[in-house]
């Protein structure tokens, strides 16, 4: 999304996300800037977007690695997700033509400020709450140890035998969970679900995407469109037991979603829904691997399953930032004067290790009494709608992986397995034995 223009800081930092450097020494990285200051000026890079000026990259924004400073940027109101509304009307005439395919996602429950937000997040936050979510456990560990009889059966297939029987985690485990419980949520046929995964999986890279690829970035997204219109209909003849169907029919205070925001609300649902979860299950696994003593200490004491899942919150969260805010007007935030319509980003990862709030921060420890007080989710108003069932199927994914694969390894040396280049704190892949 092309943002407001910017002041322009003075020898701001650079930092090179693609670099497998900078996804290896990320956290040392972090933990020198906040070291020398909570609040930075700093220019992402990427080798593949050299020059180019999309969504933050290429651009001076506000980098956020302190806790409380963190905090504070995500609970003041001083600072919007909504760029446009901090726009000049000579700089809105400037912005060229959104395509008509990336419209319904430019405005979201992730984009706008109340009372829009509180519209949109009203009309669907009763179906996320703990409560409701909790019931869909007994569902949820149905579908982890589906997936797992279909691991086993695939490499005993191969002559495989344990303890050497391999899969690829994410591919086989980590990914099709959250999928098919955000998809059976929604109500998608199953035999659509291949499709919608594919085309989520565009619409997530959609922001990475160079001009050569956006003919087929647009060509999905108009089909996942185009199929989400058709399915609306569908519900809207013959409603089911299903979120989408709640949707098409929600009403709160005579407010309802319209079909623009019906589509951007699947599409965070779908891509947001499955993307935390797939990163915070094979985080765990990775983490827990690589340290036998606290495997052995979960392996031990089954009720550390859910301070398991926040120790992994915390220590290596699903994204490393949030997405960007944008000061209404001048905020001085930890000794650092920020000006209207300058960009910040909370550095999440940073802010989760910062040694002001966490004693020992960079041990991963699962009896750590206060790794639920991370903000892997966020803070504020734009806290992660989808939390909750974050949680939930990180919980279960880790007691099915340790109630049916005791012998659970890794099946290359923990040097070989490496990150994405984003800030999503994303395995590329995590081959096991067991």
Known sequence: MIQPETPVAADPKRLDIGSAEFRRDAFETYRELNAECPVHRVVVTNADREGEQQGFFNRPLVFVTGYDEASAALLDPRFTVDAFSIMTEEQLAQMPELAEEFRPLSRSVLTVDPPDHTRLRKLVQKNFTAGEIEKLRPRVREIADTLLDEAIATAEGRGETAPHRAMELIAQFSYPLPM??????????????DDVRRWSEHLLSSQRATPDQQDDTRHNLRAFIDYLRT?????RAAPGDDLISAMVRAEEDGDKLDEDELLSMVFILIVAGHITTVNLIANAVFALLTRPEQLARLEADRSLVKNTVEETLRYWGPAETTTARFAKEEVELGGVT?????????ALAAADRDPNRFADPETF???????????????GLHVCLGAPLARLEGQVALEALLDRLPELALAVPAEEITWQASFLRSLTALPVEF
Do not use: Q
């Open 231 to 235: 399915l609306f209909a569908a519900k």
């Open 365 to 379: 420890d699962i009896g750590r009494a206060d790794a639920n007080r991370h903000m892997a989710f966020g803070k």
């Open 338 to 346: 920020i000006a209207r319509g300058e960009p910040l980003i909370a």
């Open 180 to 193: 098919t419980v955000i998809a059976e949520m929604l109500g998608v046929p199953e035999t659509d679900r």
